[in-house]
């Protein structure tokens, strides 16, 4: 086992050491196992053993680094932190993030949370193991934590005194809803959530792209190696760049890993659409769903999520469908549940941390308020044109 570094979470209770993944012992990983037992959410998976065995096969073993929190006494694990090293902009989707340009060093918390025994009832182990994260090896900016939910032992940890004297807390794009999907236990109980109505118009719907298509539309999950190659030229025949996809490497390391999910929808042997995803736990993770635009008045993307659903009922033991940040093409409203997350950034107290990151803060509110200007300028512009329009001629002479 190389120890990277050590610091003390608590000097007289325990300590954290710093070591890389592709140095650990087989009594760490399984103390990391029993650890990671008690996590289900849609993050968990990547603080899981088995997803940093597959990023050891495309990424390098310098960025890989795992964090222990032992207690001095006895030797026994308490805690483990997966850190993933990254380079990248403070904000990479969003205009201010692109006008700044400002490139970082971040290490970033592998499932966005510490893993610690009881996770339910120690915001103080979170908390300690976070404030100790500061001294993980090399120079970096900030520690990331990707998805937080709002009012979680996490999100207490990070706003704790502790946390904040040693860090600046930082959330590049507020709190954002998200978009959840429950799996009842039956096919029943699932369309029962829906009016009469909606449910006669999916299944009108999927029965259209099966005649359109000549085929009865199915779900073909993509797990293996040797599937790898339908999910490339699936995407290819729907029309996308491809830029959605991982690299082939990194499908197969998921593979080997079993975590590799994701699924074709098809009818008569042509490809609908393309759902990219992954498996956390009782939690379905979707990156993206991909559909063919020439079956745009069918609404092959509600139809494709209606039918992953109903898949997943009858086929697997997932009881989520989480679809992360940002809005899905039809919200389910009769079926949808929305959470408030955040992506956070655990700021080092650096002055160039604390310029570049006051100026995209100034820049975000620049841009929040032309926004605001622009939709008002657009809705009175349509009031003025609709007023025209409906105005008699001889009052606009």
């Known amino acids: 086992m190389q120890v990277l570094d050590q610091a003390h979470a608590s000097p007289t209770v325990d300590q954290i050491a710093f070591e890389r993944f592709d140095g650990m012992t087989a009594a760490v990983v399984e103390a990391w196992r029993e650890l990671h037992a008690g996590y289900n959410n849609h993050e968990s998976v990547y603080s899981s053993p088995a997803f940093f065995a597959a990023l050891s096969r495309t990424e390098p073993a310098s960025g890989l680094v795992i964090a222990t929190r032992r207690c001095l006494a006895t030797g ?10 990254r380079e990248q902009l403070i904000d990479p989707h969003g205009i201010a993030g692109r006008i700044l340009r400002r490139h970082m060093r971040v290490w970033g918390l592998s499932g966005s949370e510490p893993l610690v025994s009881n996770p339910q009832k120690s915001d103080d182990s979170i ?21 937080v939910d709002v009012d979680s032992g996490l999100w207490r940890a990070v706003f704790s005194p502790e946390v904040q004297r040693r860090f600046r807390v930082y959330l590049p794009n507020g709190v954002r809803s998200c978009h959840q999907s429950p799996l009842p236990d039956s096919q029943e109980a699932y369309l029962a959530q829906f009016p009469r109505k909606k449910r006669y118009n999916l299944s009108r719907q999927i029965r259209q792209i099966g005649e359109n298509l000549g085929g009865t539309a199915t779900v073909v999950p993509i797990t293996e190696v040797n599937q790898i190659d339908t999910l490339f030229s699936a995407v290819k025949t729907i029309g996308n760049d491809g830029g959605s996809l991982l690299a082939r490497s990194e499908y197969e390391a998921l593979a080997t890993q079993g975590l590799l999910l994701n699924f074709v929808v098809q009818a008569g042997g042509t490809p609908i659409a393309v759902i990219l995803g992954i498996p956390s736990g009782s939690v379905y993770r979707i990156h993206r769903v991909l559909y063919a635009q020439s079956l745009a008045p069918y609404s092959p993307g509600t139809s494709t999520l209606h039918m992953l659903n ?13 679809f992360g940040f940002g809005e899905p093409g039809r919200t389910y409203s009769s079926s949808n549940r929305l959470v408030e997350r955040a992506r ?10 604390r310029v570049s990151f006051t100026a995209h803060r100034a820049l975000v509110r620049i841009e929040g308020r032309l926004r605001s200007l622009l939709d008002r300028t657009q809705t009175a512009c349509k009031d003025w044109l609709s007023g025209r329009a409906t105005a008699p001629l001889d009052s606009q002479a």
């Open 76 to 85: 026994q694990i308490l805690g483990i932190a997966p850190l993933r090293m």
């Open 127 to 147: 908390t300690r193991m976070l404030c100790a994260l500061g001294d993980a090896p090399g120079e970096f900016d900030a520690l990331e934590l990707q998805s």
């Open 310 to 322: 109903e898949w997943m009922i009858a086929n697997s033991g997932f009881r989520l469908v989480d």
């Open 344 to 353: 956070i950034y655990l700021v080092r107290q650096t002055l160039r941390n």
